[in-house]
């Protein structure tokens, strides 16, 4: 007979899966059609403020059910929520299929695109904090920058596969296929949580008081000033990501004049290089237990990397030449990798801070932050092309990344430090 802490031990890993495949396959939808961009632009006759507010829609749904979902999770379980939001997303997608497609000469307005994506992200919306409650519960502290890190691999993967594949699928196959492929990924992964996600029988065995977060607050995450300020730095600092993630494809095409496949190939680097970075900082920072200086570093970086390609546009002007072309892409896709380096390591210590319990909702508040953020970035950017062009927009970007650099503070250490001197007072 089995071990059930072994039996446990094994099963986490496949919990593990289940919750990176419902992250990719709803990843390659909120990821992946923007980079459609080009694409979507000529088959819906969109000008560029239209689609920059298109592109902004399924974050801006994502961004209004994130916390009702994150609490759902807390109440129900990571379980239910999966599958219900998995199965809602397929259905609305072959909806839009149906509905919101351009075919045969006839296209869709852009209140049956809008209403579409708005709808995607309202219901796919449940699958982030749901599969991260459940990484929380299974994996214990010494882990769980690890595994959350692998689980935040599922987004730059999903980016990947949909910069690789959605846009040949909407140029020679269409919008509607394109719909029913993304419902198909969602149903699968729905398969997967069906099989392999469930409440863990027991707490994890390594688990140890680490895993309560620095000091419980009696109004929950909500309640507390310290996930507040950890969660305004994560969703300030994912604006750099979305302006390379919603326009990155169009400032290449339209500034650099750099070809389809090039432009793929660069999205589909910049996705691979934020898996593995997310992979290895996760493991560092578990060993290291520095998780807040290495977000205070990201920032920096993505800060002083937004701000090169922002001179370097300004250098290169309407002169694309093939070495300026090579230099555009370099650069945009070191500020792509650098400023999505760091998401397992920021949800890990808001989870950590917020404890296992409660991160649903902790989780929930800070998607809701980022996908504000995602809904604003690609609203804002066609105005700042309109105002001040390219250089504007990642002179923006660099903005953006100073100003989360300093709630990227380090609260569960000042707390220590507090409690600690408390405890010595009262002995």
């Not at 939808?29 to 592109?55: K, Q």
């Not at 219901?123 to 991260?132: P, R």
């Not at 987004?155 to 990947?160: A, K, N, Q, S």
């Not at 949800?347 to 902790?362: H, N, V």
Request: glycine share 12%; with cysteine.
């Amino acid at each position: 007979m089995q071990h059930p802490a072994s039996t446990s031990s094994r099963h986490r890993w496949k919990v593990l899966a289940a919750g990176v495949a419902a992250n990719a396959a709803f990843s390659v939808a909120f990821s992946g059609i923007p980079m459609t961009a080009v694409v979507m632009r000529a088959g819906y006759r969109l000008d560029n403020a239209t689609l920059g507010l298109m592109l902004g829609l399924i974050g801006l749904g994502i961004a209004i059910s994130e916390l009702p979902w994150g609490l759902l999770t807390d109440r129900w379980g990571d379980r239910p929520v999966l599958l219900t939001g998995l199965g809602a997303t397929a259905l609305a997608l072959l909806a839009m299929a149906l509905l919101a497609a351009p075919h045969a000469g006839h296209i869709p307005g852009p209140g049956w695109l809008g209403a579409g994506l708005l709808l995607v992200g309202l219901l796919g919306g449940s699958v982030n904090g749901a599969s991260g409650r459940a990484v929380m519960s299974w994996f214990a502290e010494g882990e769980r920058g690890l595994a959350m890190s692998i689980r935040q691999t599922a987004v730059p993967l999903g980016g990947g596969l949909g910069a690789l594949l959605l846009p040949a699928i909407a140029l020679h196959a269409g919008f509607a296929l394109l719909y029913v492929f993304l419902a198909a990924l969602c149903l699968l992964s729905a398969l997967l949580a069906w099989c392999w996600v469930h409440e863990p029988p027991v707490a994890p065995r390594n688990a140890t008081r680490a895993d309560a977060p620095a000091v419980p607050s009696s109004r929950g995450p909500l309640g507390d000033t310290r996930v507040w300020r950890l969660v305004a730095g994560i969703g300030i600092l994912c604006a750099p990501q979305f302006a390379v993630l919603s326009f990155g494809t169009v400032f290449l095409h339209d500034f650099g004049h750099i070809g389809f496949a090039a432009i793929s190939a660069t999205m589909v680097g910049v996705q691979a290089g934020a898996m593995v970075m997310r992979v290895w900082s996760g493991r560092w920072t578990d060993r290291r237990r520095n998780r807040p200086a290495y977000l205070r570093a990201c920032s920096a970086l993505s800060a002083g990397l937004f701000a090169v390609l922002g001179f370097a546009t300004l250098a290169v002007g309407d002169a694309a030449s093939p070495t300026s072309q090579v230099l555009l892409v370099v650069l945009l896709l070191g500020c792509g990798v650098c400023v999505s380096a760091w998401h397992g390591v920021g949800y890990t210590e808001l989870a950590t801070l917020s404890g296992p319990a409660r991160a649903g909702t902790a989780l929930g508040m800070a998607n809701t932050s980022v996908f504000v953020v995602c809904f604003v970035t690609p609203w804002s950017i066609p105005h700042l092309l309109a105002w001040r062009d390219w250089p504007m927009v990642w002179f923006a970007a660099a903005a953006c990344a100073l100003i989360a650099l300093p709630l990227l503070a380090n609260p569960s250490r000042t707390q220590a430090k507090l409690s600690n001197t408390a405890l010595s007072r009262s002995t």
